[in-house]
C-alpha cells in the first residue's frame, strides 16, 4: 500500500495542497507537503554527430548521437513526463572528437561551435526555459563543446577567448541573466534561482580535469572555488538550499579508477561542500554516460554526512550504453529528492522507430524513499553484503548495474559487480578505490577484469579485459 500511495499520490492529491506524513524504514516521520512537490528532467551528454557515416537513421551503440536520435530522445523526454516544472542540461553537445578519427577529426573551434549550435537549437525546441514553471539550468561547458577535447594544450586567454565565442553563440537563443553571462565567460560559477529558497550552483569543471592539464599549479583556477564559498555563504545567510551542478564529476571514474578531477582540486572541493554540508541537498553531474551515485562512506573524516552525488546516464551511446534520460520528484521546500525515475531505448543498428521504456524508479526498485547519503549508504551496504552471495541472489546489484549501463548488459562475473559496487563511494584517489576492489580479491595476477562492454563497427558486442596484476592494479591503469 505504501508503494503505491508514494507512486501515486503526487496526481491525486497535488491541487488540493494536503500533507501526507508516512514512517520510513529508519523510523523517522516524513511529512510532506504535496503542493511542494515537483517534476524536473535531466539531460546531458547529447554528443551530436552531424556527419553521415551512421548506420541506420538513429546510429548504433558505439556511436555518438545522430539527429534524429537525439529529435526522438528530447521529444519522449517531454511526452513521457507532461507535468514538468523545471530541465537540467548538463553539456557535451559536441561529438567525440580525436586524431584519425572517422569524422576527419580533431574538429575546429569553428566545427565545434556549429555543432554546439544545432545541438542546443534542437533543444530549443523541445526543452525552451520559457515553458517551464522554473525555468532551465544548464551547466553548458562539457569537455567536448572545447576543441581539442577538454581544451587540451589552450592557455587561459585562449581558453577565455573560445568561451567568449561559446557563451555568445549560446546566449542568442537561450537568453541567460547578465550574471550568468558574465560568470559563463568569465570560467566562474553562478547561482541559478529554482525559488526563492532554493538555487543551484552551476560551476565549469573542464579546467579541473587531468585531460586539460597534466600538473595542477594553479591554486583555484579562474577563481571558481572562491566564488563558491562566497555564494554559499550568502546562501546560508538567505535560509536557501543548494544543489551543486557541472558536468565531470570530482569523483574516480568506474571506468578505471582514475580520480576525473586533480586530487588537490578535489580536496579543496571536498572541504566545501563539508562546510556547506547543511544547505547542499545534492552534486548533481553528467559526463560518464551513466547512472550513478557516490556516498560518502559513514565516519568519513573529510566529508562525513555529505550530501549524495547524483550522475546521470548519457543520450549519447557512444560508451556502448542505450540512451536514457531521468526525471526526479523533489520537494522544492527542502531540495531533497524524493526518487528517480530512468527511461532507456534499446538501441540496435537499422531501427525504424525506438521504443522508449522506464529503466528504473529508485522509490521502487531500491525501496529509497528519498534520495539523501543515509538511505544510498544502506543500498550500497545491502549491495556489499550480496557480493558475499551466490550470484543469483545478487537482487540489488543486478538492478544497479541495469541502472548504470541503462540495460545495454549484465555482467555476470564477480570481479566487475565488485568493481561497480565499489564505485559507488565518493573516494578521493584511486588507491582508495583500489583498496575496495583488491580487498575481495585473491590471487590477483590469476583473474580477468573486464572494466567494459565495447561495441565493434559492426555492431559485434567486444569484452575487453586486463591483467589483474599488483602493478596493473597499484601502479598502471
Not at 235 to 253: D, M, N, T, W
Request: proline share 4%; net charge negative.
Amino acid at each position: 500500500m505504501l508503494v503505491w500511495l508514494k507512486q501515486y499520490w503526487p496526481v491525486l492529491f497535488a491541487s488540493v495542497g494536503c500533507v501526507f506524513v508516512f514512517k520510513n524504514k529508519f523510523n523517522a516521520e516524513v511529512e510532506l507537503f504535496i503542493s511542494d512537490i515537483k517534476h524536473f528532467v535531466t539531460l546531458t551528454d547529447t554528443h551530436l554527430n552531424v556527419s553521415n557515416g551512421h548506420i541506420g537513421i538513429f546510429g548504433m551503440r558505439g556511436q555518438d548521437s545522430t539527429i534524429k536520435l537525439l529529435e526522438n530522445t528530447l521529444y519522449n523526454a517531454r511526452a513521457l513526463n507532461p507535468s514538468l516544472s523545471a530541465f537540467f542540461y548538463l553539456g557535451d553537445s559536441a561529438v567525440h572528437s580525436w586524431a584519425g578519427d572517422f569524422i576527419g577529426g580533431p574538429l575546429s573551434d569553428s566545427q565545434v561551435l556549429d555543432i554546439v549550435d544545432v545541438s542546443l537549437s534542437t533543444l530549443q525546441k523541445y526543452f525552451s526555459p520559457n515553458d517551464f514553471e522554473y525555468g532551465g539550468i544548464f551547466t553548458l561547458f562539457g569537455n567536448n563543446d572545447y576543441a581539442p577535447d577538454y581544451a587540451s594544450g589552450k592557455n587561459e586567454l585562449e581558453l577565455l577567448s573560445y568561451t567568449d565565442s561559446l557563451v555568445n553563440r549560446i546566449n542568442a537563443t537561450n537568453h541567460f541573466k547578465t550574471e550568468a553571462v558574465v560568470a559563463l565567460k568569465q570560467l566562474s560559477c553562478y547561482e541559478a534561482i529554482i525559488t526563492p529558497k532554493l538555487s543551484a550552483i552551476v560551476i565549469n569543471t573542464v579546467f579541473y580535469s587531468p585531460l586539460y592539464s597534466e600538473n595542477a599549479s594553479v591554486t583555484d583556477p579562474f577563481g571558481q572555488f572562491n566564488c563558491m564559498a562566497r555564494t554559499l555563504s550568502q546562501l546560508k545567510e538567505r535560509g536557501a538550499k543548494v544543489y551543486v551542478v557541472g558536468h565531470i564529476p570530482p569523483a574516480c571514474s568506474s571506468f578505471d579508477g582514475n580520480p576525473q578531477w586533480h586530487e588537490v582540486y578535489i580536496s579543496q572541493y571536498v572541504r566545501l561542500i563539508a562546510e556547506f554540508k547543511d544547505i547542499i541537498v545534492a552534486q548533481l553531474y553528467g559526463h560518464t554516460h551513466r547512472n550513478e551515485y557516490r556516498i560518502t562512506k559513514p565516519g568519513d573524516e573529510r566529508c562525513d554526512d555529505c550530501p549524495p552525488m547524483i550522475i546521470f546516464g548519457g543520450i549519447s551511446p557512444i560508451f556502448g550504453n542505450n540512451p536514457t534520460f531521468s526525471s526526479w520528484n523533489v520537494n522544492v521546500s527542502s531540495g531533497i529528492i524524493l526518487g528517480i525515475k530512468a527511461f532507456y531505448a534499446q538501441l540496435e543498428p537499422n531501427l525504424n522507430e525506438l521504443n522508449w521504456l522506464e529503466l528504473l524508479e529508485t522509490s521502487k526498485d531500491f525501496q529509497l524513499p528519498q534520495l539523501t547519503t543515509p538511505y544510498l549508504q544502506e543500498l550500497s551496504r545491502t549491495m556489499m553484503n550480496e557480493l558475499e552471495l551466490d550470484i543469483l541472489k545478487q537482487n540489488m546489484v543486478s538492478k544497479y548495474l541495469k541502472y548504470v549501463h541503462s540495460n545495454s548488459g549484465i555482467s555476470s562475473d564477480s570481479l566487475v559487480r565488485r568493481w561497480y559496487v565499489c564505485s559507488t563511494f565518493w573516494v578521493q584517489t584511486k588507491q582508495e578505490f583500489l583498496d575496495c576492489t583488491t580487498k575481495f580479491l585473491p590471487n590477483l595476477s590469476e583473474n580477468i577484469l573486464f572494466l567494459e562492454k565495447k561495441i565493434g563497427p559492426l555492431g559485434d558486442h567486444l569484452l575487453y579485459g586486463a591483467k589483474l596484476t599488483d602493478e596493473f592494479l597499484l601502479h598502471k591503469h
